[in-house]
Nanobody
Framework: VQLQASGGGLVQSGGSLRLSCALS????????IGWVRQAPGKEREGVSC????????NYADSMKGRFTISRDNAKNTVYLQMNSLKPEDTAVYYC?????????WGQGTQVTVSS
């Protein structure tokens, strides 16, 4: 069972990045997949999540309208499209899969937004 997060990098303010969370060893459905981020010196913060069974999504208020989460069940991958990035979006972004009492985390990918 493994989650592989990728797609982070350095981008200028206003730019875009697309993060990927690839699952191996288990199928997307029925897990919910979430993105969580942690900036230096700050607590982890929920970003977005998606139900891979019905496709319902949720976003933190500060990400609404800028971030879009999506899934590709055939590729066993969840994406986080991040537009209009701001310096305060700088953080390590983690993906996690959860269902009932099962909870798996990926290793994180660094996103750095320069002003």
């Amino acid at each position: 069972v493994q989650l592989q997060a990728s797609g982070g990098g350095l981008v200028q303010s206003g730019g875009s990045l697309r993060l990927s969370c690839a699952l191996s060893g288990f199928p997307l459905d029925p897990y919910a997949i979430g993105w969580v981020r942690q900036a230096p010196g700050k607590e982890r913060e929920g970003v977005s999540c998606i139900s891979t069974s019905d496709g319902s999504t949720n976003y933190a208020d500060s990400m609404k309208g800028r971030f879009t989460i999506s899934r590709d069940n055939a590729k066993n991958t969840v994406y986080l499209q991040m537009n209009s990035l701001k310096p305060e979006d700088t953080a390590v972004y983690y993906c996690k899969a959860y269902w009932i009492d099962r909870n798996y985390w990926g290793q994180g990918t660094q996103v750095t937004v320069s002003s």
